[in-house]
């Protein structure tokens, strides 16, 4: 059974740092994309970034380039999203996901199995 557990949310003053984990299990990430998608109240779900399962490239979205990293940890089967340079713009529930079709894609609509996301709130 796919699963993917999210944790590593909280509450950050602006400019500090959290980091988001993403563990999985039912399946491995030698053969599962991993994305990473948020979701502010009142806006719609927004990807952030991705790694492919095939050969660990990553993708960001504009607005995080620069201070967001992507990671993965095979041997945990854990996926990482590394926050820092925090804004409030950046509060929403983190949500990670998992498909083998499209490799790393920041569209929601490709990924077909969904955690149940970890809240971040950025506020001084």
């Known amino acids: 059974q796919v699963q993917l557990v999210e944790s590593g949310g909280g509450l950050v003053q602006p400019g500090g740092s959290l980091r988001l984990s993403c563990v999985a299990s039912?399946?491995?990430?030698?053969?599962?994309?991993i994305g990473w998608f948020r979701q502010a109240p009142g806006k719609e779900r927004e990807g952030v970034s991705c790694?492919?399962?095939?050969?660990?490239?990553?993708d960001y979205a504009d607005s995080v380039k620069g201070r967001f990293t992507i990671s993965r940890d095979k041997a945990k089967n854990t996926v990482y999203l590394q926050m820092n340079s925090l804004k409030p713009d950046d509060t929403a529930i983190y949500y990670c996901?998992?498909?083998?079709?499209?490799?790393?894609?920041?569209?929601?609509?490709?990924?077909?199995?969904w955690g149940q996301g970890t809240q971040a709130t950025v506020s001084s």
């Open positions: 996901a998992t498909q083998t079709a499209w490799g790393c894609t920041l569209r929601s609509d490709r990924y077909y199995y």
């Open positions: 039912g399946f491995t990430l030698d053969y599962y994309s």
């Open positions: 790694i492919s399962s095939r050969d660990g490239s990553t």
